[in-house]
């Protein structure tokens, strides 16, 4: 493992601390997108179906359990324990536009046409378009608490530091996996107005609100 692809777990990791922490220091889980964390639940799931029957490392092991684990306890606090601080009237965006078209591409361009090498292509796709609700949410709303900004910030770190990470991984090994750059470069672009607020606006002080 390099240097890019720790930091860029480290900030995933990051991201979800931070996400959970927000919502129970605040019990609430007012403008986070439930569609959005079920999507990244559905990516985990279908990712890491080969967790108790294909080893690599403990680490390996440790963080698929972690991120399964702490997105279906990210539902269940947004859908059980603080469900009435959810808002679905601005949750809006239709994932079925997201799910249909990456299972499709999952079908067409895999590495291997065999069910966990499907599931696995599916999940990738799926992660490069997982935040669309969140930022549509945004989108309409306009405005974010600085903490969700900040978990925000960090999702898009970890994704932002796997291109460095790929390429290293191209001049060390000489390792090129089209579909994850590709989707990497797809997730990337879609925080690129995002960062331009969040570094010109809350690292300054502000409060993150979209121009009208």
């Not at 698929?64 to 009237?89: A, E, G, N, V, W």
């Not at 191209?170 to 960062?195: M, R, S």
Request: charged fraction near 15%; proline fraction near 3%.
């Amino acid at each position: 493992m390099n240097i890019f692809r720790l930091f860029g777990d480290l900030a995933h990791l990051a991201s979800i601390f931070i996400l959970i922490h927000k919502v129970q220091k605040t019990r609430s889980c007012r403008g986070i997108s439930f569609k959005t964390q079920a999507l990244y639940a559905l990516v985990f799931v279908t990712r890491y179906m080969d967790l108790f029957f294909r080893w690599v490392s403990v680490y390996n092991f440790v963080m698929k359990l972690f991120f399964i684990s702490s997105s279906c306890y990210t539902l269940y606090l947004m859908k059980y324990r603080f469900r009435p601080t959810h808002d679905p009237s601005i949750d809006t965006f239709k994932i079925e536009y997201l799910l249909g078209p990456c299972f499709f591409l999952s079908l067409i361009f895999n590495y291997e046409f065999e069910l966990t090498e499907i599931l696995w292509t599916f999940s990738i796709y799926l992660e490069s378009v997982a935040i669309f609700p969140q930022l549509f949410m945004l989108q309409r709303t306009g405005e974010a608490e600085a903490i969700t900004t900040h978990y925000l910030a960090a999702l898009g770190l970890y994704r932002a530091l796997y291109l460095p990470n790929w390429i290293y991984r191209y001049l060390t090994e000489d390792v090129v996996d089209p579909i994850a750059v590709t989707a990497g470069l797809v997730q990337t672009g879609l925080y690129l107005d995002f960062f331009h607020v969040y570094f010109t606006k809350v690292l300054h002080g502000q409060k993150f609100e979209l121009p009208a």
